[in-house]
């Protein structure tokens, strides 16, 4: 994002406020356009001390994260954009510092640690940041290189030059009852905007070397438009945690736990004529490509059931283990159990084989033992204690002999509060 784009995210998301808290917080509007942009005034090595000092004497407080972080400011976090779940540290620094601000009726720096956290949403959803990595870069040169009246074009700086407004937000979501809580769902709302924002990469790039101005203005919208929501849900997650203002019904939603068919793995691994990835309450017959998904079907002791879950496919061993999985990250005591239903499709797995493994922070914890689409669907209740990551893995049990047969299902595999179970 430039400079405006951050201005435009901060001060759309607090228009967006609820009007008792907009109205509080009304004598800090003039800060909204130069607090989004703290990190990049005061990361740049080469800015002396006593330009930044000129800016905001108490900048250090905003833009410095404290020893034992992994790094001093954000620009230097030594972690991929891609990497959101390693990112946790810093929104919970900030979001605990805006609400420990606000407590202490310090308005001036709550906003000053919102609009840090408000610049940070706004590289996430940055197409031109998405593009920071040399693979990248040199694939995108290849696959679109710039006319000839554009040869100097940086595919970076250009793209970012464009400047979205912040579009119309939904009300503001609550994002957990905690700062960790709220810390790990952002982070995977996050790693979903880093995935879609992708998408305007191209047609704004084409935009721009068609000198349609106006066009790549309207494709820049969007990305300002996820941040300003992301930045309204933390401006109403800060103040409702720093006042202790949670209403019940927001409790109650938070408190059903977590459900992973929609919940995006911090990292996964699936056979490529799977498609790369788990299929949504379903299976794709394979071969051949591109046949239609089969809803996902399991076998009960009462007959077989049409159930929602994540159809996944073990690699074939060619190129690596007979295997498949989803790893997600899971924040520090919020979550008690996890629960699910495991089993092979009643209908398309023929005589393939697998096994269910559960993991907790990479040892295997639960295991299903060779299944079947003979077998009845099988229960998963599991502790996760102290764990810091679950691994969902399916491996072969056939020795190979069944590639294209091993469809197997995850079903309604979900996260539990313990709230969630009284």
Known sequence: MNSQAHANIMIGAFNALP?????????QRPLLPQVGNYPDYFDDPSKPDEKKDAIDP????????????EAKCLHHWPHSINEQNAFRPVIEYWLQQAIDAYRANDAVGFVKFIGCLSHYEGDV????????HFNYLTILREMMPPPSTMSNFDYHVDLERVTGICGPLEPAR????????????????????????RRYILPTLQAIFDERKDEAQRLAEPPVTRAGQFTLDLFCTALRLATGDIPEAEKETLARGVDLRVWKADAESHDLVYGGSAILDGSRPTPPAGAPIIPARLRFEDGIRTVRGLGVLPHSGVAGPRECWLRYGLPRGVFTRFEATVGM????T??????????????PQWRSGRRTAQDWAMPISLELGASETITLKVVDANEG????????????????KQEARS
Do not use: Y
Request: net charge negative; aromatic share 12%.
């Open 19 to 27: 009007v008792s808290w907009r109205e509080a917080l009304e004598p």
């Open 58 to 69: 108490e900048w250090r407080r905003f833009c410095l994260f404290p020893s034992g972080m």
């Open 125 to 132: 959803t940055q197409p031109a940041h998405l593009l920071n």
């Open 174 to 197: 609550l994002l957990g009852t905690s700062v960790v809580e709220a810390a790990w769902r952002l982070a995977a709302w996050n790693a979903q905007a880093v995935s879609e924002m």
């Open 345 to 348: 499709h009643s209908e398309e």
């Open 350 to 363: 023929g005589e393939g084989a697998a096994e269910f493994i559960v993991e907790l922070d990479s040892q």
């Open 401 to 416: 002999r069944t590639f294209w047969k091993n469809h197997a299902i995850w079903a309604e595999p979900v996260l539990l």
